[in-house]
């Protein structure tokens, strides 16, 4: 009996929002792991907006492009299903750089083991995954909140920001949230802590921040990029620091991208713009997830996953990362 | 005998490039200093950037906006002429915020005393004042030069460009310097020491610093802004800093600020942008101009000053500093 592997490829590059014509849905006949070589049971996928870049050929990205004709690459989940590899067995739970697919097959230097006693699976792709790495030394290495600061985080509701603003509160920061809807912003100031919420799709977000930060900002984390970022640099205090981690409104530009028009509010208020990759603090991810574990067992510290099950829904999943609807760290449930 | 004190004051705000109907030239007689004041003969001028600002009412600026009648604003150094203030006597050098004008009556408490016997007055203006000190501690306190790294100045051929790139020379840094023009590209390589010059008005920028920059930039020290900064933002190496001192090219914007486009190589590179302002380093200018005056004299820096003769011809000369006709310091001498 031949097992068939269902499979997403990318069938040509997206050209602003992606849709699902821009990937094939496949199936191809699953082959054993060659030496050296984990075949892995895809569990959750996880749906960041690196994969945007994933697809597109730019020459200015962090990441090599994907070929017309590969599996869309994603940051997933699994259990080892064989293993041609000595340090990986059959059961173990793993993480890596796998698939949009049920099964990938890939060398076992590439993957690390995770244990499932620490936490369910999804939280290796959210507070103890990357969302968490970047929150923790995004905020707390680039941006250096001191207790008693304003922190500003956009995207708040979306999976680093939303563990970003919760790491400052811990750290003694006032925290305001900038989000997209009542909800996202009812959820942030009821059930994560927030001190405030601005609702940028009803709101000023130039007046919201003269009343909730009256004193000016001292950190502002961005995920979002364009007019978010401009109101904000309007509102630094002297010496603001500034962590560049995204600019998730600029990602589906067909045209060319806006930058802030604002950024010599940078001499005004000497501050300072710092971008971040979170690669650059993967040496030290385990010290991130034994912080952050602790805070997530403790409750002081929560983690919200947007879970879409079943493997064929990735390419409606790809776009709600674009449009705003998730709540919390989107991924896609392949396997149970 | 009354003397009259000609003076150019504000008749209304400019609206893009300075014209010489925004200003009138008045004449009033001059009066004694009141208690606690000194009257200072101005003797050159300082011709800055910061100017522009003063003459606009925007609400982001670091200085107070003058009001329409003032007497324009300028840094400037001259003699005392008299005094009743207990610190100065008449016939002492003095540095300050003084105006656009033959005497200026001010409190002695914003003024310095400087020694002439260090070096002609006009270097007052330039290395050993606010450009001097903006280039000192803006290249190795923001911009941290390493020797052997890559240094980008714009504005090379500027009063704080051509400082920059001769500090980050004096440094062991390699050095390439930005201006518009053979004769200013020349006077960098040849005069300067700089390593390569690119003539941003005939060469494609991005090309240029592809050749002259091949490892990338380490460090981007920038005057100018707009397509400039966003070249620069392309060649980017990793960790690099950008020290973001002002944007010539956006002053006289009568629409909207161009943002750098390519910001998000700020992500892609790891690296920081940050603004200086002088005011911060004033604490520490001794330490700047005692460091650059041993450079002066020993010849191992050089200071170029570009001299406007004659008080009536400020309104030109202000509209010199954005046309890129002035090659080093720009300044107005009032009295001889």
Same mark, same amino acid.
């Given at each position: ?19 699902? %014509?821009d990937f094939d849905y #496949? ?11 984990? *075949?892995?049971?895809?569990a959750y996928v996880?749906?960041?907006? /690196?994969?945007?870049?994933?697809? %597109? ?24 299903? #064989? ?14 750089? $796998? ?11 590439? =993957? ?22 970047? #929150?923790?030394? !995004? ?22 920001? %939303? ?8 750290? !003694? ?37 003269? *009343? ?14 364009? /007019?978010?970022?401009? #109101?904000? @640099? =309007? ?7 500034? +962590?560049?981690?995204?600019?998730? %409104? ?14 010599? *509010? =940078? ?9 971040? @990759? ?7 991810? $385990? ?21 879409? +099950?079943? @493997? ?19 991924? @896609?449930?392949?396997?149970?």
């Amino acid at each position: 009996m031949t097992t068939l592997n269902h499979q997403f490829r990318l069938a040509r590059r997206p050209v602003g929002l992606p849709q699902r %014509s821009d990937f094939d849905y #496949a199936a191809t006949p699953l082959q054993a792991p060659a030496e050296g070589k984990v *075949q892995v049971q895809v569990a959750y996928v996880s749906i960041d907006p /690196a994969m945007r870049g994933w697809v %597109s050929d730019s020459e200015d990205l962090y990441d090599v492009p994907m070929a017309i004709g590969d599996v869309m690459r994603a940051v997933a989940v699994g259990r080892v299903t #064989a293993s041609a590899h000595p340090r990986f067995a059959v059961g173990d739970s793993v993480a890596g750089i $796998l698939g949009v697919e049920e099964y990938t097959i890939v060398p076992g230097d590439n =993957l690390r083991k995770i244990d499932p006693a620490l936490a369910p699976l999804p939280a290796f792709l959210n507070a103890l995954g990357m969302p968490g790495i970047t #929150a923790y030394f !995004g905020l707390l290495e680039a941006g250096q909140p001191q207790a008693g600061e304003t922190v500003v985080v956009s995207g708040a509701a979306g999976a680093v920001g %939303s563990l970003v603003g919760q790491i400052a509160k811990i750290k !003694g920061a006032r925290v305001i949230g900038i989000a997209g809807g009542a909800d996202k912003c009812r959820m942030l100031t009821e059930e994560l802590g927030f001190d405030a919420a601005i609702d940028y799709k009803r709101e000023d977000v130039a007046a919201a921040l003269r *009343q909730h930060a009256p004193k000016g900002v001292d950190v502002f984390f961005d995920n979002v990029g364009g /007019a978010v970022l401009d #109101a904000v @640099l =309007l509102r630094l205090a002297v010496g603001a620091r500034i +962590v560049i981690c995204g600019a998730i %409104s600029q990602y589906n530009n067909v045209g060319a991208m806006t930058g802030p028009a604002n950024y010599l *509010q =940078l001499v005004v208020k000497r501050a300072t713009m710092r971008g971040i @990759l979170v690669r650059d603090f993967a040496p030290r991810a $385990l010290e991130a997830a034994t912080v952050m574990g602790g805070w997530l067992a403790s409750g002081q510290l929560k983690a919200r996953e947007d879970v879409v +099950v079943g @493997l064929e829904h990735f390419p409606e999943t790809f776009q709600r990362l674009f449009d705003g609807s998730h709540n919390g760290k989107l991924m @896609l449930q392949v396997a149970p």
